[in-house]
């Protein structure tokens, strides 16, 4: 009689154990073809950063652009805007910014808070 805890405490473990195995090695969640519009925010930043920094190397605006309308879009310059502000804001690195600075820039949008990272080398 009273055995019944112990059974369906038995049948807990058995039913995670096989959950996490049928979702982790049988019947893996497989993403293909996500847009990168719906990264995490940190991974957002980070493309940003990863789009300014190629930018800065290969000096191809456009595929930065397509790069960036994959992430946002509908105004892609204002999300690379809003990043730098917050670096500044967060006191981010300076180069990071700047990267930003120049990127919004050759896409033909600056602001006040983004123009010191624009007179010379960060």
Do not use: C, H
């Not at 730098?84 to 967060?90: F, Q, Y």
């Amino acid at each position: 009689m009273r055995r019944w805890p112990v059974w369906a405490a038995v049948g807990v473990a058995i039913g995670l154990a096989l959950g996490f195995a049928i979702g982790w090695w049988l019947w893996p969640a497989k993403y293909t073809n996500t847009p990168p519009s719906v990264l995490r925010q940190d991974y957002y930043d980070d493309y940003l950063l990863m789009t300014a920094a190629a930018y800065e190397v290969e000096g191809n605006l456009k595929q930065a652009q397509e790069r960036l309308i994959a992430l946002a879009p509908k105004k892609p310059v204002v999300s690379v805007i809003e990043l730098a502000e917050r670096l500044v804001k967060t006191g981010g690195d300076p180069e990071e910014i700047a990267r930003l600075a120049r990127l919004a820039q050759a896409m033909g949008t600056t602001t006040s808070t983004l123009a010191p990272y624009l007179e010379g080398p960060p």
